[in-house]
């Protein structure tokens, strides 16, 4: 078995419909090699000229004083090391990266226990509600964060907030009418956490309720038997199954959530003093605002390694799993 | 069963047993291979011919992109000649048949019917097409930079008074140097729109428009309060103020409406009290906001806000909620606002009539009236223009006494552009009782600092630094204090 599957998978993809038998490689197998790469190379030429040529151009650039004046006229200076000197030494980093960092973990968490949640309780749910709960977290998913983030305004607008008035109708917080969200660090970053876990919940929700539905119920009913709670079986059989999907996720929250830009940048423009700028909200407004083209590039540059080094992490861990299970 | 060499990957449905076999299967090598890692015979120098092309070819674009960038960087070197500074030279006519000049233009600027009249004067004299492309306010300095630095660029472009000075130091906007005096045409152009456009001595934007900002108040609400007469004194404003909020008890209501973000209003009171925003010292610019006048004037500014505005306003800018539709609604008696406000209120609520509403410079705390910064616009010419002759030509149309007193100031009221222009409007009859306002406080004006990093420093820098102090978020001193260093690294920088 081993030997004919091995010969079809070595030809490559041309070979792989005529696979009946093991042969010989063909004399001409120089163009049935070069096929592959003529199939991909429609994708492949946009990918070089939209992903890879861009990054190339912005390592590049942050070696160099690229600026305003470089756009206009052309005229730029390469500068060696001194970008990713100027980003280390500046305290906006450190403060940015911190922030980053603990705003980022505190997404993810807040969207894969919630998404998980829902998924547990979608299994739960008789067909009717869970067609409309279905319903309801894909139409949350499916709005373009832009315009969910002029809703988020308007519900949490100081003065005319519906968010603001439905607060201070509880009567527990006081008069929150005037309350202004993005004047004030915590509350700023607590109205954006909700934006961003609210429209993440969905896909995560919805994915791991299609691997919860496909785990055998004979393992459930096997325990339940042996005597365990239910919340024994959630954890140690459910949660065990969702072992691979929950990684999966994590690590797609991880490089999602660490570059979300749109919702912070669309709410509160970084403020109040900088409270609320993430590594991305600082690159952009010294690249887009301020115009240091070349610093702006550094910080990129610099982010993206830490979301490599963060995302090998899991990613290593979601190989190994594969293995250990 | 799933044969070995074919691409597998761990899916939920497989149950133990299939993870069993997966990982036997994958146990009987000595190493743990990856998942869809085939036998290693052939396809292992396919992959190896693949990659090596694959590295070829991103060679070659890294290639390729680097050597644009040195080309343009070698292009960049020869600088824009600057012999003919001194030297005037004239605007002859142009022939421009066949050719199309881009204008870019902001919304609620200059009105289409003021375009057109630019536009058909333009087509006349050189055969050449005009193509107006309306711009929005958002985002636009980045907008403007990033059109400046294309091979085509707009020809013309509408660019904020303010904001001039960053495209022009830093070789995105043409030298008009040498046409100054043939635009001018003979007339004085206002210091307003003519100095945040003139970068070290060199003039890079041709005054569009002006505008001033004047109190706005609604008569019927003033009126209740037992309030007739518009205030002349900061004193008489606070009084009349007081009364208003007296009158009126609603907790969305304010008597002022000035939002905390809206620093083109805020400025005013810094200026009165006698501060400055930043001042040049041999070439080294200071920022002047933590100065004791400008404190002074910030604090007053401060509790202004908070004793007349909404406390939901300390943290807005004029926008969301829109502070026309504020005060058409009648939660506000009074916002400043530039005159074609006045529009956009009666549009707002067809019942508030423009007659109803009345107009007054904003009287200052040291007696005479407030100094306003200048709003208007300058038209810019693209450095990387095809057709810089063309739009000379257009600009001087735009620049001229008669589309200046015809239509800047004729048909959308606007304060034209020079000096002579608002004596032939004010002399002609034709400012109406609400428009005085607007020419009187125009009289009294500045404008922010003519350096390349000032723009950077409006959006969010300013709404922010103002939203700081309105909200109490922050004490003056200490908001001023760490706004200085701000300013002082983004005007120097």
């Not at chain 1, 519906?162 to 202004?180: I, P």
């Not at chain 2, 904020?160 to 040498?178: E, I, Y």
């Not at chain 2, 501060?275 to 910030?298: E, H, M, R, V």
Request: glycine fraction near 8%; proline fraction near 4%.
């Amino acid at each position: 078995m081993s030997s004919s599957t091995a010969t079809v998978a070595g030809e490559g993809v041309a070979a792989a419909p005529r696979g009946r038998r093991p042969r010989a490689p063909r004399p001409h197998s120089k163009q049935s090699r070069w096929a592959p790469l003529w199939l991909v190379s429609p994708a492949g030429i946009v990918m070089l000229l939209v992903i890879v040529a861009p990054i190339v151009f912005l390592v590049y650039t942050s070696f160099t004083d690229y600026d305003q004046r470089s756009l206009f006229t052309g005229a730029y200076n390469a500068v060696g090391l001194n970008q990713y000197t100027q980003v280390f030494s500046d305290p906006d980093f450190y403060r940015s990266l911190l922030l980053t960092l603990w705003f980022t973990v505190a997404l993810v968490l807040g969207s894969v226990v919630i998404g998980v949640g829902v998924s547990e309780l979608l299994t739960r749910l008789g067909s009717v509600m869970k067609y409309v709960v279905t319903v309801v977290l894909i139409f949350a998913w499916g709005m373009p964060n832009v315009a969910s983030s002029q809703i988020w305004n308007w519900l949490f607008q100081p003065g005319y907030g519906v968010l603001n008035w439905l607060l201070a109708q509880l009567h527990v917080f006081g008069d929150t009418t005037d309350l202004s969200w993005s004047n004030n660090k915590w509350l700023a970053l607590l109205c954006i956490w909700m934006l961003v876990v609210w429209q993440a919940v969905p896909f995560i929700a919805l994915t791991t309720y299609a691997a919860q539905s496909q785990v055998d119920p004979a393992y459930r009913e096997a325990a339940r038997i042996d005597g365990a709670s239910e919340r024994r079986i959630y954890f140690s059989i459910t949660l065990n199954f969702l072992k691979p999907t929950l990684l999966l996720i994590t690590v797609l929250s991880i490089i999602w959530d660490f570059n979300v830009f749109n919702q912070i940048w669309l709410v509160t423009q970084g403020g109040p003093d900088n409270g609320t700028a993430t590594l991305g909200i600082w690159s952009y407004l010294t690249a887009f605002n301020s115009f240091k083209i070349g610093t702006g590039a550094a910080i990129s540059v610099v982010t993206t390694i830490l979301l490599i080094i963060l995302s090998s992490f899991y990613v290593r861990r979601l190989l190994r799993s594969g293995e250990d299970l | 069963m799933t044969p070995i060499g074919s691409p597998r990957t761990l899916r939920a449905d497989d149950g133990p047993d299939a993870h069993h076999t997966e990982r036997k299967a994958r146990r009987s090598g000595n190493r743990w291979e990856p998942l869809n890692a085939h036998p290693r015979t052939t396809q292992g120098d396919a992959l190896k011919k693949t990659r090596t092309m694959a590295i070829g070819a991103f060679g070659v674009v890294a290639a390729l992109s680097l050597a644009a960038c040195s080309s343009s960087g070698n292009g960049g070197s020869s600088d824009n000649n600057t012999d003919g500074a001194s030297a005037q030279k004239t605007i002859g006519t142009v022939d421009g048949s066949g050719k199309t000049l881009t204008v870019w233009s902001m919304t609620g600027d200059l009105s289409d019917a003021t375009l057109k009249a630019i536009n058909d004067e333009f087509t006349k004299e050189t055969g050449a097409k005009v193509k107006v492309e309306t711009q929005q306010w958002a985002d636009i300095a980045t907008k403007i930079t990033t059109a400046l630095s294309t091979s085509t660029p707009p020809d013309v472009i509408d660019i904020g008074n303010t904001q001039v000075s960053t495209f022009a130091a830093t070789g995105g906007l043409m030298d008009l140097t040498p046409y100054k005096d043939a635009l001018a045409q003979g007339q004085t152009w206002l210091g307003g729109l003519v100095d945040p456009a003139t970068v070290d001595g060199k003039l890079y934007g041709v005054p569009s428009f002006g505008a001033a900002r004047a109190a706005i108040y609604n008569k019927d609400v003033w009126a209740k309060a037992g309030i007739t007469a518009a205030p002349t004194t900061y004193d008489e404003l606070k009084a009349d103020l007081d009364k208003l909020k007296a009158a009126n008890s609603a907790s969305d209501f304010s008597s002022f409406y000035l939002p905390g973000q809206y620093w083109y209003a805020g400025i005013q009171w810094l200026w009165d009290a006698g501060g400055d925003l930043a001042t040049q010292d041999g070439g080294q610019w200071k920022s002047g906001f933590g100065s004791d006048k400008s404190q002074q004037g910030l604090t007053e500014w401060q509790q202004f806000q908070n004793a007349y505005s909404s406390k939901a306003s300390q943290t807005l800018n004029t926008d969301k909620p829109d502070q026309d539709q504020v005060f058409a609604d009648g939660k506000a008696a009074t916002i400043v606002g530039s005159s074609w406000e006045i529009g956009a209120i009666t549009k707002a609520n067809p019942k508030l009539t423009a007659d109803k509403l009345g107009t007054f410079p904003m009287p200052g705390a040291s007696g005479s009236n407030q100094p306003v910064l200048l709003a208007g616009s300058d038209w810019g010419i693209a450095q990387k223009s095809q057709n810089q002759d063309l739009a000379v030509v257009w600009a001087k149309i735009a620049a001229s006494p008669d589309i200046q007193n015809n239509y800047v100031f004729g048909t959308d009221k606007w304060i034209p552009n020079s000096t002579e222009g608002i004596d032939a409007a004010t002399s002609s009859g034709k400012v109406d009782e609400q428009g005085t306002s607007f020419f009187t406080a125009a009289k009294n004006s500045k404008a922010t600092p003519a350096s390349a990093g000032w723009a950077q420093l409006e959006d969010p820098g300013m709404k922010q630094f103002f939203q700081s102090i309105a909200s109490g978020s922050k004490s003056v001193a200490d908001a001023t204090k760490d706004w200085d260093s701000t300013v002082n690294s983004k005007l120097n920088g």
